[in-house]
């Protein structure tokens, strides 16, 4: 029994190490990837993309060290480590949703044939600079992000969340490499889709700080499900529809391409997968003062 026993502890053991170690295998590897991706960008969108990466994971490592923003009392060094991710992921989103406007209002400069494929070596105007640099900037924090995920995974299970990162962060990498600029136009009403992101922030903050039979709270929750469903599922399916309605000019692309349209039709199964949870929050948030004894979505 004692030898059984050793044994058993000594193969817990080395599976314990062998996950350890394709843990940073699997870090290295994405690590790789987006060196790769992004040293193969032009000398205009590489520098913005690499910037927005350090810049993202520079100011993670200011919060780590100010805990600024951060509740009073300590909290589990997984929790803390998820608070900072969570208010970055709100800058973020501010800067996409503020960042949308102007990317409509680009729409105007550029004619429909510019909207989806912008040749850069004839591009003397600089159209689409705001649709371009955010991009770039879009990019850069979801290659951080994507990290922090990876290395968080035991503690902050999402595969979801990966899913998303992978899928987005390698279609825009696609869209900005070449000699081209492509599907300019989507972009404005997939960044102002970031418009739910702070309310979903908001409320695992109240949730985290002790506050979720808060009036905040529930305002939040439901600020968080409208703008969820209107601009994830309503305007998300609306810009679909925009997509195919220049199928003309698009199905003319390589066939890369081809796969960037599979690829925003799979975000959109994620986005209804995701809404059905938040209608879920929604009617949760919705009920009277009980005590809420469900995790929060």
Request: glycine content about 4%; charged content about 15%; some cysteine.
């Amino acid at each position: 029994k004692a030898m059984l026993t050793i044994r058993a502890t000594s193969a817990t053991s080395m599976k314990a190490i062998l996950a350890s170690i394709w843990d940073e295998v699997e870090l290295l590897l994405y690590l790789a990837v987006i060196y790769f991706l992004t040293s193969h960008q032009d000398d205009y969108v590489s520098p913005i993309i690499v910037k927005s990466t350090l810049a993202f994971g520079g100011s993670y490592g200011y919060l780590m060290m100010t805990r600024m923003c951060h509740p009073k009392k300590t909290l589990p060094r997984c929790i803390e480590a998820e608070w900072r991710s969570r208010q970055l992921g709100t800058i973020h989103a501010v800067i996409l949703i503020v960042g949308s406007v102007f990317c409509f209002l680009e729409w105007s400069d550029l004619s429909t044939q510019d909207s989806w494929v912008l040749n850069k070596a004839s591009n003397t105007e600089n159209l689409g600079f705001y649709t371009v640099f955010l991009t770039c900037v879009f990019v850069g924090y979801l290659q951080w992000d994507l990290l922090w995920l990876v290395y968080h995974k035991k503690e902050n299970k999402d595969p979801t969340a990966i899913v998303h990162h992978i899928l987005y962060f390698t279609m825009a990498h696609y869209l900005l490499h070449g000699e081209d600029y492509n599907f300019i136009r989507p972009f404005a009403w997939l960044s102002f889709t970031e418009l739910s992101t702070p309310f979903l922030h908001l409320r695992w903050f109240l949730v985290t700080s002790g506050r979720k039979e808060s009036r905040l709270y529930v305002i939040s929750s439901i600020c968080f499900a409208l703008t969820f469903l209107f601009t994830r599922v309503l305007c998300y399916a609306l810009g679909l529809i925009d997509l195919w309605l220049a199928r003309d000019i698009w199905l003319q692309f390589p066939p890369g391409i081809h796969y960037i349209v599979v690829g925003l039709h799979g975000g959109f199964a994620l986005n209804l997968f995701w809404a059905r949870k938040v209608i879920r929050a929604l009617r949760q948030a919705l009920r009277t003062n009980k005590p809420h004894n469900t995790k929060d979505s």
